[in-house]
């Protein structure tokens, strides 16, 4: 997988942008957006939005570029989960069910 590091320099900007630091994609700067998790065909599929605010290097935005970022993106949300730990669920939990009532 590739490296990255965040880009906190602009605190106005959210969410934080994700700088690439190897590779050919080496300075490509990446805003998530919407994030999901669909099933299809028995499967679970990770969708995701992205804005592409930096391309220095003027990449194809193909498929492997999309997998890449797919690749970074469950990078870092296994590390927030870590972080997180049980706080994460007891979040995700609160938040389902305020959304039902």
């Known amino acids: 997988m590739m ?14 942008p994700i700088i690439i630091t190897e590779g050919k994609s080496k300075g490509v700067k990446v805003q998530y957006g919407r994030i999901a998790f669909d099933e299809v065909d028995g499967n679970m599929q990770l969708n995701f939005d992205y804005n592409l605010m930096e391309n220095p290097n003027d990449l194809e935005e193909n498929q492997e570029f999309v997998d890449n970022l797919g690749e970074i993106l469950v990078s870092v949300l296994e590390d927030e989960m870590e972080e997180i730990g049980e706080d ?3 979040t995700v939990d609160e938040e389902a069910a305020d959304e039902i009532s």
């Open 88 to 90: 994460f669920l007891k």
């Open 3 to 16: 490296k990255y590091k965040f880009d906190d320099s602009d605190k106005n900007t959210q969410p934080i």
